[in-house]
């Protein structure tokens, strides 16, 4: 018996409706609109895209690379290292993420101006920008959150695994870079491609501070052009694709990695 087609098993009842009623309102939204203004600002859009997508990678690097020692010690210890990991996810999944921008932007980043000597060193040029604080406030945020994950993920591991990889004499680094580092990640891929959609639908927060992404370039649009829907449902269009684009590449190497028994 031949394996069940992908494309069948996509196109079910409710998601040909979903995909019908999208298409009808692009369609509407192509032929009632108003898009004069549209190749005009194309190149700004473009732009504003690229600041996008560039935030949001940046953050989700940063932000795993500090929420892989923070799942870890939440579930190795020691007490000294495991408190202030639970204590930071705790603060900063507590929080509202506009208040943590603000926080480090109109907060601590107004008060770099009054140390002395900052202005005339080589710091100055990135801390002026509002870039800097944008980009920690989502790496600290996503580090909070999928460092939750991590720890829910290492504590996941079946032990006896661990134990065979010890029972073969592996030291404590290869028995975490061979079994439980993989193991873990698996168990936290499909958690990560919801966090990541996530992480991209919060970077519309960072126009606050004057960074121009995608969204700071429709506020403008809107501006100058006083139109209301024609900008924001481009702008929900954008997201879509990028959505789904994101989802499909977490699914093509959810289905492709071999430990399916995770």
Not at 46 to 66: D, F, N, R, Y
Not at 178 to 203: C, D, F, H
Not at 246 to 256: C, D, G, H, L, P
Request: proline share 8%; net charge positive.
């Amino acid at each position: 018996m031949s394996a069940p087609s992908p494309l069948r098993g996509w196109l079910r009842p409710h998601r040909l409706v979903m995909l019908a009623l999208a298409l009808g309102i692009v369609l509407w939204a192509v032929l009632a609109g108003d898009w004069a203004w549209l190749p005009k600002y194309t190149p700004l859009l473009l732009k504003g895209l690229g600041t996008t997508l560039a935030i949001l990678a940046e953050s989700v690097i940063l932000g795993a690379a500090v929420a892989l020692p923070i799942g870890l010690v939440q579930v190795t210890g020691p007490r000294w290292l495991s408190a202030p990991a639970q204590l930071f996810c705790t603060v900063i999944r507590g929080t509202p993420l506009l208040l943590q921008l603000w926080l480090l932007y109109y907060g601590i980043g107004s008060l770099f101006p009054m140390i002395p000597g900052i202005r005339g060193s080589f710091l100055w040029p990135y801390l002026r920008e509002a870039w800097p604080y944008g980009l920690a406030a989502l790496t600290i945020s996503f580090a909070a959150y999928e460092g939750e994950v991590m720890r829910g993920a290492f504590a996941g591991v079946p032990r006896g695994e661990l134990q065979a990889g010890r029972a073969f004499g592996m030291s404590p680094l290869k028995l975490f870079w061979r079994i439980w580092l993989p193991r873990a990640l698996y168990r936290a891929l499909p958690t990560l491609n919801g966090e990541m959609v996530l992480q991209l639908k919060s970077t519309p927060l960072v126009a606050t501070i004057t960074v121009v992404d995608l969204y700071g370039v429709i506020s403008r649009v809107r501006s100058a052009t006083l139109l209301t829907y024609e900008p924001l449902l481009l702008l929900a269009l954008i997201y879509l694709i990028l959505t789904a684009l994101m989802v499909a590449i977490f699914r093509f190497f959810e289905n492709r990695l071999p430990t399916r028994g995770a």
